[in-house]
């Protein structure tokens, strides 16, 4: 026996086809995006690649017109030179870029734990907590210049000033610490990395199931024995890929350094080989500030956009490196998390 | 007295064959949360050392929460408040001067979903003992091997000691936190339906394990499979409602229980 309502449908037709032409749509429109930002960064990459590659092959480009004796625009670029802007060269600015970086990291990477760890195993989360979580999203929103200035306000004059009368009176009235400088920049990318940080791990901590804690705590653990055999290590992908993040943006900062301490000629670097191996106080070279001077300053049009996008290559490079070494810390600290003990 | 040293006590303890686990003494138990005011109430239950009580009653008659006053893990839980007595031997286990992290070392649990940490078979056994300051690795090996061979794993595990415990599978996970929770040597095995998610045999296994430990520990099981309860066990409370509507001998229980209720739920004619 058929039953007639059964068969007939015509409106699921219709709906099928209405379907299947939004599918379409839907197919063809991501599509174009995704084609349109992969487009736009292999270009980005070409354009500072093939063109600070050919400026860095070039044979003697400003320096024939010089007379310097520089062999190649590489040891150019890399030693200076009188026809740089920054005399100098970009040697001292990749050092000042990777140690600040380092610095920045050591000391945002505990103190964002930490809050974060507040935040998901101690606080109640009650509304102090719900104002607090919301403050620190709400930090990472705040432009980078803005750290600059406050580190400058707080960091070099308010904290250098104090450490100055303190500890470097004799000294005065030449500010010792009391000056912008490699401590207080990190510092302040510090603070401005910190909501990074502070996210990441918290998402990390929030994913770990309570069963995992209630497990330890059955097995005669302490809160804080949990936090540091069970939480901490199965969370700690997490925590550096907030870390990477937070290189990532760091590495990348210009604007609020020229703040709080780099400047466009260091004749020292921050950093020697004899104790104590790290000069604080000391004002520091910077890639980032390197490749806006030479676009403001290089002299003659024609080197500029080559040595510019060369500079421009190294800085990329600097990051990328910073980056893949995090990543190949992150890989290792899960193997040896998930494999030792045999 | 270090952990080592509590360690061969306790074994030694168990070598001796007249050693029989102490028994949990509860008395006027009543519980509460903040959303469920009478999850127990008055409880009173004598669970002998050395057996095997079973725990039965309908979903959420207060059968986990019973089983997490024995070793305090409802300290966890903002708002729970409860009040009674429960003694181990002579030890008061809600008294709040109670060292929780001790009491547990004696209390072990194997929670309702197995919940292996992330990290190797090796290191998820050794966590209590290392908790507990045992160090020397020639120690832990054997704590290590001796667990996992009680709980009926060594064979399938020994030379992927190594691997992270999330990849066994579950019936191997539930084994495994098993192993771990005897790895310590408590007195008193709390298993909160630990064969939940088993096959049949990952559950015969299981069962056979129960009895190997049984003398030795005092175990309290919680379990929805009355085959099971009525297989394993020496004794038999059935909770409903927060309450203990009957508690006796296992034969009696599954024979010839003397409340309605008790039959009706064990015949399956419950809700
Ligand atoms: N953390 C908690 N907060 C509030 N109420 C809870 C909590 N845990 C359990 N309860 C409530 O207490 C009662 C008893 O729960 P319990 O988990 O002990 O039941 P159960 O007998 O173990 O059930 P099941 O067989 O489903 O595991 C239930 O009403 C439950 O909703
Ligand atoms: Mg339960």
Redo the contacts between chains.
């Keep these: 026996m058929t039953n007639p309502d059964m068969f007939d449908y015509p409106d699921l037709n219709s709906a099928r086809i209405r379907d299947e032409k939004i599918n379409t749509l839907m197919t063809a429109a991501t599509g174009a995006a995704t084609l349109l930002a992969v487009v736009s960064v292999v270009a980005f990459l070409g354009f500072i690649v093939l063109l600070g590659g050919a400026w860095l092959a070039e044979e003697q480009a400003l320096s024939a017109t010089v007379g310097q004796q520089h062999s190649s625009n590489f040891e150019l670029l890399l030693f200076g030179g009188r026809e740089l802007a920054s005399s100098g060269g970009v040697l001292p600015a990749i050092v000042g870029t990777v140690v600040l970086t380092l610095l920045m990291a050591v000391i945002v990477a505990p103190l964002g734990i930490v809050v974060a760890l507040y935040l998901t195993e101690y606080s109640?989360g009650g509304w102090p907590t719900q104002l607090l979580r919301i403050g620190v999203q709400n930090l990472a929103a705040i432009p980078s210049i803005i750290y600059g200035v406050f580190g400058l306000a707080f960091f070099v004059y308010v904290i250098g000033g104090r450490i100055d009368e303190l500890f470097y009176a004799s000294n005065l009235p030449t500010p010792t610490f009391g000056t912008p400088g490699l401590l207080w920049a990190s510092l302040t990318l510090a603070l401005l990395t910190l909501p990074t940080v502070i996210v990441a791990t918290e998402e990390g901590l929030l994913r770990i199931?309570s069963?995992?804690r209630?497990?330890?705590?059955?097995?005669?653990?302490?809160r804080v024995?949990t936090i540091f055999?069970?939480v901490l290590?199965?969370a700690a992908p997490s925590i550096l890929t907030g870390i990477i993040l937070a290189v990532a943006r760091a590495a990348g900062e210009v604007a609020p350094l020229m703040l709080v301490g780099v400047v466009r000629y260091a004749p020292t670097l921050p950093v020697s080989i004899e104790a104590p191996f790290l000069q604080l106080e000391q004002k520091f070279m910077h890639l980032g500030f390197y490749v806006y001077d030479l676009t403001m300053h290089a002299p003659g049009s024609e080197g500029r956009v080559g040595i510019v996008a060369a500079a421009s290559l190294l800085l990329v490079s600097v990051i990328v490196s910073l980056n893949i070494v995090a990543l190949l810390l992150r890989v290792r600290l899960r193997r040896t998390?998930?494999?030792?003990?045999? | 007295m270090d952990h080592r040293e509590a360690l061969i006590a306790a074994s030694n303890n168990r070598a001796n064959l007249n050693y029989v686990a102490p028994g949990i003494e509860v008395q006027g138990l009543s519980l509460t949360y903040p959303d469920e005011p009478n999850a127990l109430i008055d409880i009173n239950l004598s669970i002998p050392g050395g057996e095997v009580t079973a725990v039965i009653g309908p979903s959420g008659c207060g059968k986990s929460t019973l089983l997490r006053c024995f070793n305090r893990m409802n300290d966890m839980l903002e708002g729970c408040q409860y009040s009674g007595s429960i003694t181990l031997g002579d030890l008061n286990i809600l008294d709040p001067m109670t060292d929780v992290t001790l009491l547990r070392r004696r209390v072990g649990m194997v929670f309702q979903q197995p919940n292996p940490f992330p990290m190797s078979i090796y290191d998820n056994v050794a966590y209590g003992p290392r908790i507990g300051g045992l160090r020397r690795r020639r120690d832990l090996d054997e704590v290590v091997e001796n667990a996992l061979r009680l709980a009926a794993l060594w064979d399938e595990v020994k030379g992927q000691l190594g691997k992270n415990a999330t990849v066994l599978s579950l019936g191997q996970q539930q084994r495994l936190v098993i192993a771990r929770a005897i790895a310590v040597q408590p007195e008193v095995l709390l298993m909160d339906e630990p064969a939940s998610s088993l096959d049949p045999i990952s559950t015969l296994r299981i069962e056979e394990l129960i009895y190997e430990l049984k003398q030795s520990y005092t175990i309290v099981i919680v379990t929805h499979n009355m085959q099971q309860a009525a297989r394993v066990s020496d004794r038999t409370a059935f909770l409903n409602q927060g309450q203990v509507v009957e508690y006796d001998a296992t034969d009696k229980i599954f024979t010839n229980p003397s409340q309605r209720a008790t039959e009706d739920y064990i015949t399956g004619r419950y809700g």
Excluded at chain 1, 214 to 221: I, K, Y
């Design positions: 109640g199931p069963s995992l209630e497990g330890s705590r059955a097995l005669g653990a302490t024995e055999r069970v290590p199965a998390y998930v494999q030792s003990g045999v």
